[in-house]
């Protein structure tokens, strides 16, 4: 007997959720991610008379990637999903808003395609203004400038500091 104070059951409640679409694209990146740092990985020469060479680090990072990956991809199939923290406020139904993201990713693969041509600075304050911009900083001239100017310190750090080759695209003579 249900008890009358109590609000119906809706129809469906109690039962297994379906495929979550989001969990299940996260999985399937973290599969690639694995599979790309494994390619990555093994393409690094292996060091001469070297018992621990530069791949072994790597290979455990890209293995367990990968295998993390399959193991979330196996767990979302099964019906298995995230779920948010307790201290959270959210809606696991809710439909995912995709605008941040997409931005984000957006920035990166503009950045990346034009790292080559543009250089280092350049091409990374794309993608770092590309997350200001997607944290809903709209002070464009300044988002710009800090964008760059991070973009720079990085480049001087890691080719000074790190003595790291780095594209300078259309900088060449000025950095």
Known sequence: ?????LPPTPPGAGARPGLSVPDLLV????????????I???QIPFGIN???????FPLIVSVGTLVLGVLLTVNVLRGGRAEPAAEE??????????RQPGIILGGFLLGAALLQPLGFVLG????????GFAF???RLPLLGGVALAVALVTYVVFTRGLGLTLPPGVLNGVL
Request: charged fraction near 15%; avoid cysteine; glycine fraction near 10%.
């Open 1 to 5: 007997m249900s008890d009358p104070t």
């Open 27 to 38: 999985a399937l990146g973290v599969v690639l991610l694995g599979a790309l740092l494994l």
């Open 40 to 42: 990555g990985t093994l």
């Open 50 to 56: 070297a018992v621990v060479g530069p791949r072994v």
């Open 89 to 98: 406020d959210t809606d696991p139904d809710a439909q995912p808003d995709l």
């Open 124 to 131: 990374t304050a794309i993608m770092y203004f590309s997350v």
């Open 136 to 138: 809903g900083e709209r």
